[in-house]
């Protein structure tokens, strides 16, 4: 591949970058109890969410920001942010897609959101969650008609407070960590799902976040319970347009599993990951975590990481039932400046509760790569079983790969398996593609998504074809 | 020793491969010292010679292996300089190399890799890309020639391979990719007698008036069942003795040294 090649490919830019010109409705940068109030009251929330919400910022007024993480970064000014940004409305919110402004579809048209009859054809429902506020839900009536609830948060307020009530924070709590505990004082929406007992959710459930608005941040919280002997699939992705400032994105995603329940939540994160210089970019700070609260339940998170300037999250999985079953399989890679330093944790509580561990990162130009796992054993994890393989690919020189395995093993009959790699794509691979005819960039996304295979499997049929093609955007031209 | 095999000239066809004085280096060393070869359509060509001669060097640079640096010489292919083309380009227009070592690429299919490098070799000849089953089915009925089974196909490419199961699908790649030259670097070292009749005979039904085949290898074995039209012994980076089949079973008897010795006199 000639140098010039590679110039062109790696010059290639953000295909998401395009800012929608709308009247935002923002509140001044700074957080104190009068934003969250305001906040609480735009969404028109019942008291127990109000002061849920206050005791996470008084909480959080006393925490410090962890840097634990393998990241390095410039302070992030928590001042300067706006906690609050919503397209302005006409009259409340769209009653349904036709009420939508057209400039939002059109973006959404760009991002390749398959709304309207595309979203039927492919079988997927999409609540779009714009700049904090959801413009777009599209079949709940199917849904509705099998007993599922998918909406967005702010709805979930209203009509289901008693499930909010009984759920939220029950996974994640408000005392949780620094980014957790500034979420749930100023979350502004999200997703909400619920399937009930014995329900087989009949579609693949998706939502898309976009960061729209300059200097907010944006903080969603997502909460999807399935209730005693449910199944659901849930897909989340993401995008941001291009600006030169950086931006916080600190969402938390709670999920439970009650008794044999499953949920099978994949992420495809495409966040804005900066230029070439690492200028701008997502800061993107991410709880998720899931219990499997009841016998059998089983909670897979799947993710494929290309975006944002920084990345810290560890979906992670509370093994407290029976025979539960938690797995974890991610792909993240890092080019130009990127760093992202992600893994998972899987708590053993239960009895022969298992857990998998899957983790491919790609390291390229000047990204930092960390794989950070926890597997803690508890006493009471009789028979508990764990596989980890975490693998690390580099491209290029500058680039790196670091791993951070902890073992906390208290059950001498746990058996726990960990696996580690690191290899480079070799040039005979290279030139053993080329030779047969194929070019150096289908070669090199050839080699990558083999590497990548184990993870890519577990994804819904159809977004694994857009999480390979993501995969192979951000790293264009990587290889030479 | 023919005079046909030493200059390459003959009435009629131009030749497909065309190399010139060929000095090749690599690392700071010289390992080609002025080959020129000539190879027309329908030809079979044995390269021979003893370990570190430059035989598979020169495959590689005809294939266009990154780091070799070419100090002088040229090499046409059709007509056309070969070392203008990018290696996908040289592999489109019908360049093929069995590789001596074929290399792993975990997670990646072994039929997908095939797919792919047909389809692009079909679309460089303006030919339409062929769908799943017409490949499949043409997969299939090579992989029996090559007595392969068929769920070698669903393996990653090479992965865990026995060494003649590599070889094997290398010929296998060749004859779905129906190259017109074909370069097969030590295709035969590693196999047992049954494998070797095998690979034979897979590069023999290729053989055809249009197609050229250029065999690197040590032994004379492999030329009991591909009979090449002509011989040349490579050493110290230049060919110093071309003939026909006779050569190859000289070369058995007495081994290289007295070339090499003259070579170097």
Redesign the interface.
């Given at each position: 591949m000639s140098t010039a090649d590679l110039d062109a490919l790696v010059k290639r830019s953000y295909q998401h970058g395009f800012i929608t010109d709308i009247d935002s409705d923002t509140v001044p940068p700074g957080l104190d109890e009068d934003v969250v109030r305001l906040i609480s009251r735009k969404k028109r929330e019942p008291q127990f969410l109000l002061d849920w919400r206050l005791k996470a910022l008084n909480h959080w007024q006393g925490m410090r920001e962890p840097h634990w993480g393998h990241l390095r970064y410039k302070p992030i000014d928590y001042a300067a942010i706006s906690y609050y940004s919503a397209p302005k409305q006409p009259g409340g919110g769209p009653k349904s897609l036709a009420e939508v402004d057209p400039k939002l579809l059109a973006t959404y048209d760009r991002l390749g959101v398959p709304l309207h009859e595309r979203a039927r054809l492919a079988g997927v429902a999409v609540d779009a969650v714009f700049d904090s506020v959801s413009v777009a839900t599209t079949f709940k009536e199917r849904l509705a008609a099998a007993g599922v609830i998918f909406c967005p948060f702010s709805e979930a307020v209203q009509r289901h407070p008693a499930l909010l009530e009984q759920y939220l924070g029950t996974v994640v709590p408000y005392t949780d960590n620094f980014y957790a505990t500034l979420n749930s004082a100023v979350f502004t929406d999200g997703s909400f799902v619920y399937v009930p007992p014995g329900v087989r959710c009949p579609m693949e459930l998706s939502t898309y976040f976009r960061i729209n608005a300059a200097n907010t941040g944006q903080f969603e919280r997502t909460l999807i319970i399935a209730d005693a002997g449910s199944h659901v699939s849930y897909l989340e992705g993401c995008t941001a347009p291009m600006r030169d400032e950086n931006q916080l994105h600190a969402a938390v995603v709670e999920l439970i599993a009650l008794d044999d329940a499953q949920i099978k939540y994949s992420t495809v994160q495409n966040w804005y990951p900066g230029d070439e210089q690492g200028r701008g970019g997502i800061y993107n700070f991410v709880t998720k975590r899931g219990e499997c609260r009841g016998r059998n339940a089983h909670i897979s998170w799947t993710q494929v990481e290309t975006g944002s300037a920084i990345t810290w999250k560890y979906p992670s999985c509370i093994l407290r039932g029976e025979n539960s079953i938690g797995e974890f399989y991610s792909v993240a890679t890092t080019n130009h400046y990127q760093q992202a330093d992600t893994g998972t944790k899987m708590v053993h509580i239960g009895a022969n509760t298992r857990s998998t561990i899957i983790s491919k990162g790609i390291s390229a130009g000047h990204g930092q790569n960390a794989y950070r796992g926890l597997v803690k054993i508890l006493p009471s994890a009789t028979g508990a079983r764990n596989f980890t393989q975490c693998d690390s690919l580099l491209m290029g020189k500058q680039c790196g790969a670091h791993t951070f395995p902890y073992l906390e093993v208290r059950n001498p009959s746990a058996i726990v398996e960990h696996e580690a790699s690191t290899s480079r794509i070799?040039?005979?691979?290279l030139?053993?593609?080329?030779?047969?005819?194929?070019?150096?960039e289908?070669a090199v996304n050839?080699?990558v998504?083999?590497?990548?295979?184990?993870v890519f499997k577990e994804l819904p049929m159809e977004f694994a074809v857009e999480a390979q093609n993501l995969l192979a955007v951000s790293l264009e031209g990587a290889v030479g | 020793m023919s005079a046909a095999a030493e200059n390459g000239v003959q009435a009629g066809a131009a030749p497909m491969l065309e190399v010139r004085d060929l000095q090749v280096q690599v690392g700071g060393q010289k390992v080609l010292n002025g080959v020129s070869l000539s190879v027309r359509a329908g030809e079979v060509h044995a390269i021979m010679g003893p370990n570190g001669s430059g035989k598979s060097t020169l495959a590689y640079v005809l294939a266009g292996r990154p780091g070799y640096e070419i100090i002088s010489g040229s090499a046409s292919f059709e007509g056309r300089d070969l070392f203008a083309l990018a290696p996908e380009a040289r592999a489109r227009a019908g360049l093929f190399l069995g590789f001596q070592y074929p290399v792993e690429i975990p997670g990646v299919n072994n039929a997908y890799l095939l797919k792919a490098a047909l389809n692009a070799a079909r679309r460089e000849r303006g030919q339409s890309e062929l769908d799943a089953f017409e490949f499949l089915a043409l997969v299939r009925s090579k992989s029996h020639l090559m007595q392969i089974d068929e769920s070698f196909l669903g393996r990653a490419v090479n992965e865990g391979f026995s060494g003649g199961e590599k070889k094997r699908n290398e010929i296998l790649q060749m004859l779905v990719l129906e190259p017109k030259l074909a370069l097969l670097d030590e295709t035969d070292s590693g196999l047992d007698i049954d494998a070797l009749k095998v690979v034979a005979n897979g590069i023999n039904s290729l053989r055809g008036p249009e197609r050229s085949v250029v065999l690197v290898t040590h032994y004379q074995r492999l030329l009991d069942h591909v009979v090449p039209d002509f011989v040349h012994v490579l050493a110290r980076g230049r060919i110093v003795r071309s003939g026909d089949r006779a050569l190859a079973l000289e070369l058995e008897r007495r081994g290289y040294d007295w070339l090499v010795e003259q070579a170097a006199a």
């Open positions: 070799s040039e005979e691979q030139f053993y593609c080329l030779q047969r005819g194929i070019g150096s289908d050839m080699i998504s083999g590497f990548c295979r184990s | -």
